[in-house]
């Protein structure tokens, strides 16, 4: 090849790249499949590689190329990078469009204000010089941070080289990097897998991932940048409005928050701040409160600044998500299988928007991990809907004498030896159905609405009837008299008759709805539905050996190994037999993979969905015949989008693929499910 086609060649693939990415990571709307994108990208290594002299810095096959640092370098902001006041409610918000108006004069009322979620990341200045990304940097205290280039070069949404014309010479860009909610829970969760620490939170996850001297590990991280603001800008001029000069960044490439809007006079600020607060939850992304500034650069500039935060602008919090309280007590809580789940009892905080009193330890190693102390202070954390966790101790605030936390040598309620199995975090009661919290929580869950379906039968009145000794199994329900029921504290005539009639109701049931009320260790629903399924009878699923539990589509040696073990047992069969000759009974099916109503189909799951985990709808579609996909192609039959979903739903709606939100998705799932 003539060297000016290589040349040629390899430039066409820079800028085919830079689009796709700029598409892709700015403008959350896929262009291409990866497919497509990782072939030009090694196309143009190979090119890069075979012809030094076409190697650029700012080509995007350079994100990862620097060796690692010994140290960081200093770097001094020639503009400080200031800090903002709080606003925490509305009177606040009042106060701050009052002092505007006294400096600038009643003239200006209403002022406009650009209004912007407050990310809870780490700020950073970018350095662009004639386009070309020169210097990334921390804010540090303000007038000296470190210098992060070879970190902020590796994230995807900061381009290496500004698109696109009429930016000025020097632009310094300021804003937050990020690590979005999911990219938080999967780190962490590659790091319990490992045994290592976890990040305590997404802000700590992203300021960890930023300190990094070796680039590759931050490339490894899914960090995001969102632009928020610009320092210093010579040699060229930009627009009088802070939402235009924003708007000009996105022009060039940079990432700037889509939620952010632009209002007039302050009651308008208060609308935004709670339709945000309403949102909060459900964004991919921890934001701490909403930034209002004055949108007028002209205006911003006469009111100016005092000592380090300038007064056209305001940050009022959201409640916070994280506060400090005492950990009182730890109890120990038995699950269904034996499982043994410490569970902090805690000085009553509000936090997140509610009170929390407990919060779960998960396992011994987590309370080894926290170095946790009864009379310790802790950080609790509630973002969003999640259950509360204990993220850290406050070590400066340990009682003397703080007593470590003793797991108990037998179980807390009864009494049978505790074991660690193998490689198990967790501590579990070898009681079996002997221990009345695991026969308690056997029975809730056999009763619960999608096993057994028994109305009625809730948590107290399981607590009663095994308390009294009335039922220790799950097949002793079906044996229960009227008059003993009558006995019962609180069970008036009616709630027994109630009570008698759900159960006799829940005998017809489906084989998979028993298969799963049985509470088999991880045979969730979805499970037991491809059992169901497979075998089609109770007889042909007890029967089969392991490497024909092996065959149906979601059990995988671990399942196997617990169905076998229920099936060897002969006090869990004689259980079966009970139910069956109470008359728990069914219709058994006849039918194979192929007659699934969505075999042959492919559907994607994306954003956050409130019914159920993603992992859980993925094994309900499995279940019905359907293929789950990680990406969306001409292929897919149909996407399930919660909130939150980005590119896979720009992606589905580009191709005109069938999208379901999730309330039209749990409808669709009862209707299949009801059929089959
Ligand atoms: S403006 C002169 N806008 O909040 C104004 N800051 O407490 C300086 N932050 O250090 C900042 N989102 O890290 C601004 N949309 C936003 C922001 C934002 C998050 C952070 C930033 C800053 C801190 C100030």
């Keep these: 090849m003539p060297a000016s086609e290589i040349v040629r060649e390899a430039d066409a693939l820079r800028e085919r790249l830079d689009n796709w990415n700029y598409q892709y990571y700015v403008l959350d709307r896929p262009t291409v499949p990866d497919a497509e994108y990782d072939r030009c990208m090694q196309r143009l290594q190979q090119l890069e590689a075979q012809y030094p002299a076409l190697q650029r810095p700012d080509s995007p096959t350079q994100r990862v190329g620097a060796a690692p640092l010994d140290k960081f370098r200093q770097v001094s902001h020639e503009l400080p990078m200031l800090s903002l006041d709080n ?32 990310l809870d990341g780490i700020a950073v200045s970018l350095l662009y010089r004639d386009g070309l990304l020169v210097r990334g940097a921390t804010r540090g205290d303000g007038s000296t941070g470190e210098d992060i280039t070879h970190n902020v070069r590796t994230i995807a949404s900061i381009p290496l080289r500004l698109r696109g014309s009429g930016y000025p010479a ?10 979005p909610r999911a990219g938080f829970e999967e780190l962490n ?10 990040f305590v939170n997404p802000r700590n996850a992203a300021a960890g991932s930023l300190r990094q001297l070796d680039a590759r590990i931050t490339a490894r991280r899914p960090l995001q940048m969102c632009c928020y603001g610009v320092g210093q800008v010579q040699g060229g001029e930009l627009p009088g409005a802070h939402s235009q000069v924003l708007e000009c960044l996105q022009h060039w490439g940079l990432r700037i928050n889509a939620l952010s809007r632009v209002v007039r006079g302050i009651e308008a600020c208060d609308d935004y701040y709670r339709e945000l607060a309403e949102q909060r939850a459900e964004l991919p992304y921890d934001i701490d409160g909403i930034v209002f500034k004055v949108n007028d650069l002209g205006l911003q500039q006469r009111l100016g600044f005092v000592s380090r935060a300038p007064r056209w602008a305001i940050a009022r919090k959201f409640p916070a998500q994280e506060e400090m309280t005492r950990l009182l007590d730890v109890e120990f809580q038995v699950g269904r299988t034996g499982a043994i789940t410490p569970v902090a009892r805690l000085e009553p905080v509000f936090v997140g928007g509610v009170t929390v009193s407990n919060a779960t330890l998960h396992n011994a190693d987590e309370i080894a991990r926290l170095g946790l102390r009864l009379g310790d202070t802790v950080v609790v954390r509630r973002a969003g809907d999640v259950i509360p966790q204990i993220v850290s101790v406050v070590p400066e605030r340990r009682p003397a004498g703080a007593a470590a936390i003793a797991f108990p040598q037998t179980c807390p309620v009864c009494g049978s030896p505790v074991e660690r199995t193998g490689e198990e975090a967790v501590l579990r009661c070898m009681g079996g159905l002997v221990c009345a919290a695991q026969q308690k929580a056997a029975i809730r869950h056999f009763a619960s609405r999608r096993a ?5 039968l809730g948590d107290k009145l399981v607590d ?68 169901a399924r497979h075998f089609g009878s109770w007889k042909a699923l007890a029967q089969a050996p392991e490497e024909q539990l092996l065959q149906v589509s979601d059990v995988g040696p671990v399942v196997a190994d617990h169905l076998v073990q229920f099936f060897d047992s002969p006090s869990s069969m004689a259980v079966v037999e009970q139910l069956r000759a109470a008359g728990v009974s069914w219709p058994d099916l006849a039918v194979s993979a192929a007659d699934l109503p969505l075999s042959g189909q492919t559907w ?24 789950v996909a990680g990406s969306v192609s001409a292929k897919t039959t149909c996407v399930v989008a ?6 896979k739903l720009a992606r589905a709606t580009e191709l005109g693929v069938e999208v379901l939100d999730e309330t039209t998705f749990l409808a669709r799932l009862a209707g299949l499910e009801g059929s089959s």
């Design 87 to 118: 606003a925490f409610n509305e009177q606040d918000m009042l106060d701050f469009n009052r002092r505007l108006l006294d400096r600038l004069g009643a003239g200006h009322e209403p002022l406009e204000f650009a209004c912007e979620p407050k």
């Design 170 to 179: 020097v632009l310094e860009v300021r804003g937050e990097i990020y690590l």
């Design 189 to 198: 969760e590659a790091a319990r897998q490992r045994g290592d620490k976890t």
């Design 452 to 456: 057994m379906d028994i109305e009625g």
């Design 464 to 531: 009663q009837l095994v308390d009294e000794g009335l039922v220790d199994n799950v097949a002793a329900l079906y044996r229960l008299q009227r008059e003993q029921l009558l006995g019962l504290e609180r069970m008036g005539e009616k709630s027994a008759d109630n009570l008698l009639q759900a159960l006799e109701r829940s005998k017809h049931t489906s084989l998979a709805r028993f298969i799963f009320a049985l509470g088999i260790r991880e045979v969730g629903e979805a499970t037991a539905l491809s059992l």
């Design 604 to 627: 994607v799951v994306t954003g956050k969905l409130e019914a159920f985990s993603r992992d859980e709808a993925k094994a309900r579609l499995q279940a019905l015949g359907a293929k």
């Design 642 to 647: 919660g909130p939150g979903a980005g590119s």
